[in-house]
Structure formats: C-alpha cells, structure tokens
C-alpha cells in the first residue's frame, strides 16, 4: 500500500492548497444559484473551481483514475481501480451564510471498496484523515476518542427537521420520538463535520433524510475506524456495495458513534 500512501499524501496537500481560495473568499459578498429550485440546495462558483481544481491536479499525476463528484456530470464520470469521491464544499450554506464550518470532503475507493477518507474543516485548519484499519490522523498526529456515551437520555444528535419530514414521508417512520428520548439536538448543516463529531464522541448519533454518497464517503472511513457504525435506511434495501450499483442517488441516514449505539437508534425508531 505504499504507492496508495504517496497518493493520499498528495491529495491531502492538494486539499490545502484548495482550501486557500476559500479562506478569502468568505470575506466577500458571495453570489451564488440554487440547484433544481430548491431554496436549501445551493452551489457557488467557489463549490466548481474548488472541485476543478481538486480533480485537474489528480488527473495531472494520475490519468487512469476515476471521480464521483458533486458538481460534475455523472456521464462523465465512474468507478476505477481508483476513485476519488470529492464534495469540494460541505456545507455551502455555512460557507455563504456564516462564513465557517464548512469542509472538503474526499474518499478514495480502491477496487470499490472506501480505503480512506480526507474531511477538512478549511476555517479551523483541521485536516482529519482516515485509513481503513490503520487509524485516524488529526493534522497528522494520531487520534484517539478517550470516551464515548451510549445511552439515549444523555445522549446529544444531530436530527434536522428536514430529516423529521424525509423519514416520515419516505419511510413512515416518526422520528420526533427519538429526538425527545435525547438530552438535546442539533443540526450543523454540514454531513462530513458532523460524521466527524460522531467520530470523535462528540455527537452520538445523526439522522439524516437526505445524502449522497460525497457527503459521507470520507468521514464515512474515519467514523468506522474509530469505532463507530453508520447505515443506509431502511438497511434491507440497501445491501453491501449499493454505492457503487447508484452513486448519485441519495440515502436516508442513520450514523452513531458506536455499534451499540446505532441498535439503540434503530430500536427507537421502530417502537409502536
């Protein structure tokens, strides 16, 4: 795996580097469309340079490899023996809006199968990195969560009145249920910082209506390798490897900051 190493040692410097732009950019009044009229999902020309870029500096070292992104056309694009699943910003509303707490996300599929994930939370200069049964790396300084809560009533997750709404409508199930079993919720706005809060023990759990498959990818092997668990809803459907059979259709969510976590979650979503 030594050649796969050297890749991500390039594209974690190439994430920097295209982090940058967008540190200055925050200061400007940005402009910005929504995509298919809806009024929360919006895209920035900030959102298609950073993913250009990203994606041009890749190609330059590696021609043969292959890219799910979000900005890009799906006709365009597929799985290789390397895939690199790119959100260029996470969170754009944030990123808009706020000015913070938005992220680039990358994973790096090899033969189809997620080996690693790059999330970086560009205004707090925070590069997370996860290696599949290798460990996680926080600004290259080995991570480890020092305790984790696993009991719904002191529990805090992120839980979105969109995600109330998607669950409800698309599953018949009431979430609303779960949510007043917990100490408190919160919504971020922002998957990849979010999954890695999970990661860290700092949420224990995330429901969400809505994702695709660049906003979890990367944070997706970083949650698993620090010991968590996430699923795609309702999991029957959705068997092992359903990503690369539909990579640009969207999941209902369920992430948790443990195993055990995740069946509490789910047991609490189906009581009667």
Not at 112 to 122: C, L, M, P, S, T
Not at 172 to 190: A, D, I
């Amino acid at each position: 795996m030594e050649n796969i190493d050297k890749m991500l040692r390039y594209v974690v410097d190439i994430t920097r580097k295209a982090g940058e732009p967008l540190k200055i950019a925050v200061e400007e009044n940005l402009s910005f469309e929504r995509k298919n009229e809806n009024i929360s999902d919006i895209v920035t020309e900030h959102d298609q340079r950073t993913e250009r870029f990203i994606i041009e500096e890749i190609q330059r070292r590696y021609p043969d490899h292959g890219f799910i992104a979000e900005e890009g056309d799906p006709n365009e694009q597929g799985f290789e023996k390397y895939t690199w699943v790119i959100d260029p910003i996470d969170g754009t509303t944030n990123f808009v809006n706020l000015g913070k707490d938005f992220a680039i996300s990358i994973a790096l599929y090899v033969d189809k199968e997620a080996y690693a994930g790059i999330v970086y939370d560009v205004m707090n200069d925070e590069m997370m990195v996860g290696l599949k049964n290798q460990g996680v790396w926080i600004n290259d300084m080995p991570y480890r969560r020092k305790k984790i809560c696993e009991e719904l009533s002191n529990s805090i997750m992120e839980i979105s009145f969109m995600a109330e709404k998607g669950f409800r409508e698309d599953h018949g199930v009431e979430v609303k249920p779960l949510g007043f079993s917990l100490r408190g919720h919160r919504n971020y706005g922002v998957a990849a910082l979010t999954i890695a809060k999970l990661a860290k023990g700092e949420l224990e759990g995330y429901v969400s209506g809505r994702l695709f498959l660049w906003d979890y990818a990367a944070a997706g092997v970083i949650l698993r390798e620090l010991g968590g668990d996430f699923l795609a809803y309702p999991e029957e459907e959705h068997p092992k490897g359903y990503e690369i059979e539909a990579p640009y259709e969207a999941i209902s969510y369920i992430g948790a900051v443990s195993g055990r976590m995740l069946k509490k979650i789910m047991k609490k979503l189906h009581e009667k």
